[in-house]
């Protein structure tokens, strides 16, 4: 079988959000990067235990400059076999899809995984967006993934339950926590992905159809209201007249 | 404007969700001097058509060839419908149906998409939407360049808001083509509980607690405030809870009116998914936890004695409300 893993790069999980160029640029200075949770704990390992249990080959593809290849050398370490880099600038999720849905037509996948969302811009739009242009069945937000007889039985989350549904190979995935489990690359995998192909290939320049004109921080909360641990009455009457919440 | 809001649904019940999708776009119509329009699929009975009417013009295009929620053909009946009838403004909510649909909804129609808005456009000089990134850390202005616009309403960021309209229901049956994803089954999340992602109010406790014997004082006081239990990530993976109350970052993000944290610390990773919540209360035995930070109301003590107590005080407070 033959999988797709995209692979976004994001900000570290502790990092401190700060902007430049008047609140109109992530200020990616000092900034460690690593693979999209999403797109490495569940969409590759998945793909990669699909693999070892049938055979095939997985590929990751990251539409970004240069400064994606250490998070794709990452991506190679736990296990993909070949990257390809789609040399643009993302800027919108619609141009992602775009420059991954014609390298999907130059090439034959059976499986296309991705994250769920990114963990910066918080889009949830790539998955379907490519998806839709390549014209395949999608579904999102999936916590279990197994494939037999050219089909995909998944189990999608929903309001108020999961639904457990079948699709079609060649289909589009995003994936969930559940779907798998985080592995942590050891020292052969890294040794490895040194040697391991990454492509580069150019960008098709497709269109962009959005863009971020500013960004703010969250207004300063207001320092707590300490309430003594002996009266919850106080509690509840702020919850009830101060907050109104309750 | 002509807006267009797809209203989900599932076991002929209207998403409440899709209340305030409706409600927003009939805004967008009202302040462009458009019109609105919703479109539904489904079973619903009239009762459930007339509540979804109420919140817009009450006009509605509702098309019941599938019960079953297939992105590739509900996104082809929306975007066939955009495409026929000219809509400008395409709203979804941004649930699970949504962040299916919405994303090849819009790249049918070569229309820019922000998912997750968290207020009403802005129409000076371009049409921008706002929305939260880097997991509720910043909020970021999107503009939308393409000449159909669609946007994706995070739960709970409007009322919902009734006018009273009446319906007007047209039914439609457009041919959307082979079926691409089979149901098989709907597993139901474990015991009556509320729905987390569309609760108001959320009781959340973490690893203070010690272990999943001492979750029935939560439970508790979840019950009697009509809350939606919730828990830290790293009480699910240990097992004490199960994993659809994971919040976070990597778990679900939720903004209720209230969030009560009892016993989690505030990591920034946890913080990311709650942060959004109108108040937050943190009950945690040292003072030094950085959920504090965060939060609008403190208590420093020890669960075990707080709870019990913070359990009999809103029983008499409900007791005399009622
Ligand atoms: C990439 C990444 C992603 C992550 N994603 C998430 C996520 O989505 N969600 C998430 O929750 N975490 C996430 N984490 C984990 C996160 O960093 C924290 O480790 C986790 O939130 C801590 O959980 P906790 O607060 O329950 O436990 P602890 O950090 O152990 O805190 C327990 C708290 O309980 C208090 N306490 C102890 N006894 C009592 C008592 N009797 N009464 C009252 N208080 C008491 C303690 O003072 C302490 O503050 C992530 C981590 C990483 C690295
Ligand atoms: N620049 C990118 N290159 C490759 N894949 C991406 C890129 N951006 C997003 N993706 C994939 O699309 C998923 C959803 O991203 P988003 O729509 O931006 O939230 C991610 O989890 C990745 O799998």
Redesign the pocket.
Known sequence: MNILVCISKAP???SKITFKNKNTAFNEDGVQF?VN?YDEWYALVRALELKEAQGGKVTIVSVGGADVEPVMRKALAIGADEAARIDANPTDAFQVASEIATYCSQNSFDLILVGKETIDYNGSQVGGMLAAIVDLPFVSNVSKLEVSDGKAQVERDKQGGNEVAELNLPCVISSAKGMAEQRIPNMRGIMAARTKPLTVIPSANPETLTEITAFTLPPEKGSVKLIDPDNMEELVNLLHNEAKVI | MKVLVFADSSNGKVAKSAFEAVTYGKKIADQSGGSQTTISYGQLEDSELDELASYGSGEILHYSGDTEMDPLRLAKLVSGVATDQGYEVIVFSHDYTGKSIAPMTAAKLRAGLVTGAIDYPKTDGGFTVKKAVFSGKAFAEVKINSTIKVISLLPNSISKEKNGATKNVSAISPDLGAHSVNVVEFKAKGGEGINLTEAELVVS??????GPENWGMIEELASELGAATA??????DIGWRPHHE???????AIRPNLYI??????????L??VNGSKVIVV????S????FTAADYGVV??????IPKLLDALKAHNAAQA
């Open positions: 570290d999980t502790t690593i949770p | 406790a973490g690893r203070g607690l010690k828990c830290s990530r790293p009480v699910a994971h919040v976070g970052q990597t778990g679900i944290a009892v016993g989690i610390s505030g990591a920034i990773q946890h990311a998914g009950v945690n035995t040292d030094e936890a950085p959920f003590g020890d669960a075990f004695e707080v």
